[in-house]
């Protein structure tokens, strides 16, 4: 259920961009799922019902939220280049969206984790556990060498995204970020098992707690706490790294650049708009 609450999450705060499939999260979700566990015709109507009440919640509260976001993130960019302490301001703001909305679904979330049963709780944590041998195999498998050239190839994947070909002034900017990057993929993946782990023993004694959706709701609204402390000065590290270089290529952008960018910008906003309006 650790899984179904970062997927719920993250399809309702990011696929907004997208009108088509913010209206059609439902089913994406239940694409998403089937890889995990295998809900029952009974769940998956108590899962439907429950989603819909959190898209509609999410439609009438939030959007409007991320809407306020972008123009602030416009008028900022229209003026004087944005510095690197703004971009992390924008970052905290994005986490705040992100928990008001896993405190708005967390106690529907363990509700539901109660229906499941010890069968597909033990295949839920296996699928969770074999993707975590994946990954770690997959990176522990590349060298530092091979790790920077990754985190190169994401950070322009993102940041072409929105300004389009980088210039190769802007490419070295990047490959110099890369190369300040820590690896905390290990430590990722320790935090997950930590998070995983505690929410396997709580779901495996549910029905001997009467205070499991307390308990429950209460791990996945704070998984940090099973963060080490490597992993959060790690993890700070690079977003300072991150937020540095989306100011440095700000800073340097085209003329063709800021206008892809700002145009990006105003198709998210007349998107969240047009989504608001069918309340």
């Not at 899984?3 to 907004?16: F, N, P, Q, V, Y």
């Amino acid at each position: 259920m650790k899984k179904l609450t970062a997927l719920c999450l993250s399809l309702l705060l990011t696929a907004c961009s997208s009108q088509f499939a913010y209206n059609n999260l439902d089913w994406l979700i239940h694409w998403y799922l089937d890889d995990y566990v295998d809900l029952n015709k009974s769940q998956k109507g108590l899962f439907d019902a429950q989603f819909a009440n959190w898209h509609s919640w999410h439609r009438e509260n939030e959007l409007r939220h991320y809407t306020e976001q972008l123009q602030a993130i416009k008028l900022q960019l229209q003026g004087e280049a944005m510095t690197a302490q703004q971009v992390q301001q924008h970052f905290e703001q994005v986490r705040g969206h992100w928990q008001r909305l896993r405190q708005r679904l967390t106690p529907d979330i363990a509700a539901l984790a109660v229906q499941l049963s010890d069968a597909q709780i033990a295949s839920l944590f296996a699928a969770l556990e074999e993707k975590n041998v994946d990954d770690e195999q997959e990176r522990l498998a590349m060298d530092e060498q091979e790790q920077q050239q990754l985190f190169e190839e994401q950070y322009i994947d993102r940041l072409s995204d929105y300004f389009g070909r980088l210039t190769e002034a802007q490419k070295m900017l990047v490959s110099d970020a890369a190369s300040k990057v820590i690896s905390n993929h290990v430590e990722w993946i320790r935090y997950k098992r930590e998070v995983q782990k505690n929410a396997q023993a709580l779901l495996v004694n549910r029905a001997e707690n009467p205070l499991f959706v307390e308990e429950f709701s209460a791990l996945l609204n704070a998984p940090e706490q099973f963060q080490h402390a490597i992993y959060q000065q790690n993890a700070q590290h690079n977003r300072q790294v991150f937020a540095q270089l989306i100011a440095d290529v700000n800073a340097i952008l085209t003329e063709k650049q800021k206008l892809r960018l700002f145009r990006k910008i105003d198709g998210y906003i007349e998107d969240l708009n047009e989504l608001t309006e069918d309340t």
